[in-house]
């Protein structure tokens, strides 16, 4: 709140959109504040099947996106979907073996995983271009950009948390 526009402001308050003000937090972000909002504000029942969907968390400031990046792991248990223009990320968890369902009408087929926490010791997909099998992947070694949808399923098991990112077609 503490760059927001007064026009938006006002606009949002017109609305009757209830405003809080958090801006005496210097060390959360933005997106860091509304998740904590809506986690607070959720019945412990339905958390399980939370999901936030943060448009426009793509495509500006390259720290503003790697602060919506480590959103993502603060909340590592809330599925958050970041959607831009051309693409969305979302973490897939360690924890998990993975099945992503692809809607080839609106993603795909350019995709992606990215090790961005830590090291990945063991990566293994299918239904890629590319698959992986026991990869390991890291920076400054092999990162899977530039990989192709080829299935309506895809597959994940990882031994570290990974970015999925994929592409969206233009309508």
């Not at 609305?15 to 801006?23: P, R």
């Not at 602060?67 to 590592?76: A, E």
């Not at 809330?78 to 099945?99: F, G, K, M």
Request: charged share 25%; with cysteine; aromatic share 6%.
């Amino acid at each position: 709140m503490d760059s927001v526009r007064g026009d938006v402001l006002d606009f949002y308050k017109n609305m009757g959109t209830k405003i809080l003000n958090k801006s005496e937090d210097q060390d959360t972000t933005d997106l860091h504040k509304c998740v904590t909002y809506i986690k607070d504000s959720t019945l412990d029942q339905e958390k399980s099947n939370l999901c936030i969907l943060v448009a426009g968390a793509l495509g500006g400031r390259f720290d503003h996106e790697m602060g919506n990046i480590n959103v993502l792991y603060r909340f590592s248990t809330i599925r958050i979907v970041l959607l831009s223009d051309d693409c969305l990320i979302h973490l897939l968890p360690r924890t998990h073996q993975h099945e992503i369902h692809i809607q080839s009408s609106v993603e795909g087929p350019h995709c992606g995983l990215i090790p961005i926490g830590m090291p990945s010791g063991m990566t293994t997909t299918s239904g890629l271009e590319w698959d992986l099998n026991d990869t390991e992947m890291r920076f400054g070694g092999l990162v899977s950009t530039s990989n192709l949808v080829k299935q309506d399923k895809i597959t994940v098991q990882s031994d570290s948390d990974l970015l999925w990112t994929i592409s969206l077609k233009k309508k």
